[in-house]
């Protein structure tokens, strides 16, 4: 696993070699969107996403960005929101947990009740996440994910391109060899905006409550629910598929 440092503290990248990747990157989004359209990209607005957002603009590809308001995601977050749409003029989907079966959890439950068992952590995360993805799923031949192999135990061996069977569509990681170093020295380069809980020891950011800052040297998803064994520390978004093939780039 990739020891995590503060995006201040990356080593440099050569500028050739990010140059290469992101020409690789942007050309794999230009294959899916031309291929597999309509395909749409799942940003969690995480720096990895960042990246992708902002080749999917600069090229002007018809992928859509939509993202997750779980509604317990951090104030940074809704901050990174309003300034990309800023900056791209960009209007992000936003998809949002059924409200009747949100409050039926949290009167249940109690409006915290992800911290009592992992089963209720899932179920929050089936309520506020996996539904709302099924919906901004529908009807779509492919989603595109930031996520890159070397970001947990539960991703190590991501490959680029997946059937993803439970949601009946194909799925991307264009990331996937990407290494932490890489994604920021993209976001430097090209001035991106990034969710500043990056500055503050938060390398993988989802809900307020079930994400915390992590120490020099923990591995970069150390902070999400840490409570929990890492080996099965996943929100239910991306299951893992057996039925794997790598061919793009
Ligand atoms: S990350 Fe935490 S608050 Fe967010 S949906 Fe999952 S359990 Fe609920």
């Given amino acids: 696993m990739t020891p995590t440092s ?12 990010l140059r290469d990747k992101s020409a690789a990157l942007a050309e794999a989004l230009r294959r899916i969107a031309a291929e597999w359209r309509p395909a749409v990209f799942a940003s969690s607005l995480g720096a990895e996403d960042m990246v992708i957002t902002d080749v999917i603009v600069r090229e002007h590809l018809p992928i859509e960005i939509f993202s997750l308001d ?3 995601l951090p104030a ?5 929101m309003h300034e990309i749409q800023q900056r791209y003029g960009l209007k992000l989907k936003l998809y949002y947990p059924r409200n009747d079966v949100i409050e039926a ?8 009740a992800f911290y009592d068992s992992i089963e209720l952590r899932k179920a929050c995360c089936h309520i506020r996440k996996v539904e709302p993805l099924q919906r901004a799923l529908a009807n779509r031949k492919a989603w595109i994910t930031g ?3 070397q970001q947990a135990a539960t991703r190590d061996r991501l490959p680029l391109q997946q059937y993803d069977e439970a949601n009946k569509l194909e799925k ?10 890489e994604v920021w020295a993209y976001i430097r380069s090209n001035d991106v905006p990034y969710n500043k809980l990056h500055d503050r020891f938060y390398p993988s950011i989802g809900c307020a409550p079930c ?29 893992k598929n057996p039925n ?3 061919i793009i780039r």
Avoid at 105 to 112: F, K, L, Q, S, V
């Fill in 6 to 17: 503060h995006p201040d503290q990356q080593d440099a990248t050569p500028a050739e070699a």
């Fill in 70 to 72: 779980t509604g317990r």
């Fill in 76 to 80: 940074e977050t809704y901050d990174l």
């Fill in 105 to 112: 959890y949290t009167r249940e439950n109690g409006i915290n």
């Fill in 147 to 149: 996520m890159r192999a």
């Fill in 172 to 181: 991307f990681n264009p990331l996937s060899d990407w290494t932490e170093q």
């Fill in 211 to 239: 994400t915390r800052a992590i120490s020099l040297g923990e591995d970069v998803r150390a902070g999400r629910w840490w409570w929990e064994d890492p080996t099965n520390k996943e929100c239910g978004l991306h299951v």
């Fill in 244 to 246: 794997v093939v790598s």
